[in-house]
């Protein structure tokens, strides 16, 4: 298949997780690596396509910043496998905690369907918390499906509310809506609020914001939403569990020419 039908392919499959949506992209790329004009013009219309997905900014700023590309989108694709985020969310939840979840996080519910100790509660944002729930059921799981209604009900009575970022910036995150409002109680009631940040998903302010502009103008819309840094006790990410208070990371450099209008 041509690269650009490759790409095509991958822009039409709808809902991908990040880590096939990078690995796709990164084997099409391979075959622009000797253009550079277009290998920066590909990146702009697969980002246009998925401007939420923070560890294809990730990896589309390391390739236009590299004097080998191929070579470049390979490692990160590589580096976002290893990711321990996952391991680090799961091993760090107290014993016997009463866990909310949001949506179908991928980072956030690949680790805990190895700790038979916790109980997970799984609000159903935007139709999602349902399979999830009996995908982790049929694991062994003690799992709850809560109906949105029920956010707060189960994450002021919960030890452990965690949510999954799409992106991140310097103070805030990109994640599932109800995300807000599940760590605003979160908040007010006591209750730890972490947020998983994966690798590639910590994005320089200027990725974020333009990341962050396609769920700004009609947020009741869409099923991501902006949500503060400062309503997270703390972040997860690839080097494990940290009060959000300190958590600063970046995972690209600025590619400026990524933000410009795709052609």
């Not at 099409?28 to 550079?36: Q, T």
Request: proline residues 6%; charged residues 20%.
């Amino acid at each position: 298949m041509h690269p650009i039908e490759h790409l095509r392919y991958v822009a039409r499959a709808g809902d991908l997780s990040q880590d096939v949506l990078v690995r796709e992209t990164a084997s099409a790329l391979g075959a622009l690596s000797s253009d550079p004009l277009e290998l920066v013009t590909v990146c702009r219309r697969i980002l246009d396509k998925y401007p939420i997905a923070g560890a294809l900014w990730s990896m589309a700023a390391r390739v236009c910043a590299s004097a080998q590309p191929y070579r470049a989108a390979r490692e990160f694709a590589s580096e976002l496998r290893a990711d321990a985020t996952a391991d680090h969310a799961a091993d760090a939840l107290p014993a016997n905690a009463a866990v909310c979840l949001l949506g179908w996080p991928d980072l956030a519910a690949e680790g805990l369907g190895r700790r038979s100790d916790v109980t997970i509660r799984i609000i159903d944002a935007y139709g999602e918390g349902a399979g999830l729930a009996r995908r982790l059921a049929g694991r062994g799981c003690d799992v709850t499906d809560v109906p949105l209604a029920g956010l707060a009900a189960a994450c002021s009575t919960a030890d452990v509310i965690v949510t999954e970022a799409a992106a991140a910036g310097p103070d805030a995150v990109i994640a599932a809506s109800g995300s807000h409002a599940a760590a605003a109680v979160g908040y007010v009631s006591g209750v730890q609020v972490w947020c998983a940040i994966g690798m590639g998903r910590a994005l320089p302010r200027q990725f974020f914001e333009a990341a962050a502009s396609a769920v700004a103008e009609e947020p009741w819309e869409c099923d991501e939403e902006v949500v503060p840094l400062g309503l997270f006790s703390h972040v997860v990410g690839p080097e494990g569990v940290e009060p959000a208070s300190d958590w600063q990371r970046a995972d690209c450099p600025l590619a400026a020419e990524l933000l410009r209008p795709a052609i």
